[in-house]
């Protein structure tokens, strides 16, 4: 009994999948439903007719010989084709018409709520997942669901319609005719749970091959360097052997559900022909009566078998629409309900950091208790061996992520309390891993601030010592980057996030070795262009090259988590170890630090 519970509730569950599904994106859509209905019970309505049309023409013509007829039935027959043509193409254009609104409104819908989750999602989420949850799962939702639909609703029209012929005609015949009717429900039940399992194997499956996919052509120059190109075409066949084994099994119960329903479908059918035949040759019932029982019983059979098909059909569906739903309902970061135009001024004001504990998880601390004050329209610099948390400190001001102890201030204002869009656009930013978009470098510069005017976007390459190679370029600003940016050199990518940082102009500044790929002349000429900026900017390096921070305010050494030491750049000389062996190091090799 509590099998049998679970299996109910399991069923509900997976069909209120489908409800939700069609409620939210397929009643809406009232037009279109409501014509193809409307098609729909023509085109059912119109098979009926032309099956109880074979009794008059066997009965009055062939055997009665009434030549008044002939013309109106043959009006009548091509009348009742071109009626069911018209509805079935109106049904079809309304299937169609809800089918891609449904998926573009899903897209739209999963876009729109995936951008605003926290980074949290996307470390967990790998961008190849969620790239299947958009195109295939959604691909599959909008196929399968609209073509169960279609079943369920033209083929529910067909098959009552044709069971009425079938009652009037001969209702004990019928009642024979249904008996095979149970066990074809049982099959296909047993066969759509099974298919609900591999389907959800052969999505899966497929999600994994993608992200291995995209990782290759990603990681392309470490395939080629390393000569692993037989290594990974190894890892793809395992992938690929998984899931053609997956195809093959569901190959499988597809197939065996054709040959099935025929034979049980033939069962009848002839038990109709022997009894429905000894009637006529009794006199018990008319030819023409029997032929349009029988061809509405063979009429019956298509839409009957997609009826019944329609549950392990499903599956499929059942299975992409509860990964969208469940994307769909993961609740979306408090932070996007924060906003509200405050005053910015508070950006151009010291950033205060209080006691500030944070790790990516819980148990492992990678700040501890980091307490220090950034001072408006000042320059600081972050130094430290690689893994000590600089980075991580970027981030937190950026509210990436939010302390787990201690909060940052902006002026007296709590960040925490403060929409981070608002923060975000007062901070120019640029990271260690250069991001370009695949389009040109002045689209790539203006990114986040489609405002800005071309003469300013010109100026902020200027400053990032990137219009000398620019204006070499034929296409100049409109020279397409590639994707990744990859027609460009490292310090040319550089230098176009620095541009792009500069063009916001934002209170604060934050640098994560974003000169390091640049020779010494070029990054001498950058930082000369950051000590005069024209508007009021706190900047905060973290530095890759010692010569290239000793200007600077104050730096602050990272060891561990924790500010170690800070002070100037003499002042530590003389008084920090760490600092003056790393500034030895860097000296010995000609201005190259080997730290991060
Ligand atoms: P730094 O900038 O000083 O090199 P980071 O701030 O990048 O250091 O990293 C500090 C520590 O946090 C490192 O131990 C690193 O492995 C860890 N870390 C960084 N990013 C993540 C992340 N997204 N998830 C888990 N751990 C991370």
Redesign the pocket.
Known sequence: MRIFWKKLKNLRSGYSTLWRLAKTYLVPQKRYWMWGIVSMLLTASSTAVLAQYLKPIFDDIFIGHRQDLLVWIGVGVLGIFFIKGAAEYVGERCMSAMGYTLSTQLQNDVFGHMIYFDLDFF?EYHEARCANIFSQDIGIVRETLLQSLSALSRDVFMVLSLVIVLLREDFFLFLGAICILPIMVGVLRLCGRNAKRIFLQIQNQTAALQQFFQQVFHQIIMVKAYGTEEQERHHLKEYTQCILKEYKKSAKIQAIIHPFMEILGGLAISGIVIYGGHRVILGAQTPGSFLTFITALFFLYRPMKNILHVHTRLQACVVSGERILGLLDKPLPLETKGGGQKNSAIFSQDITLENVTFG??PNFP?LRGISCVFEANKQYALV?P???????IFYLLLQLYRPHQGRILFSKEEASLCSPQWIRDNIGFVSQDITLFDTTIGNNIMYGSAQASEQSMREAAELACASSFIEQLPQGYDTPVGPHGLKLSGGQRQRLALARALLKKSPILLLDEATSALDVEIEERIRQGLQTLSYSCTRIY?AHRLSSIQHVDKILI?KQGAIQEQGKHLTLLKHSQYYAELWKQSKLKNGFMPI?
Do not use: A, H, W
């Open positions: 470390r990516y998880s990678v430290g690689s893994g000590s948390g600089k980075t991580t973290i990272i991060s």
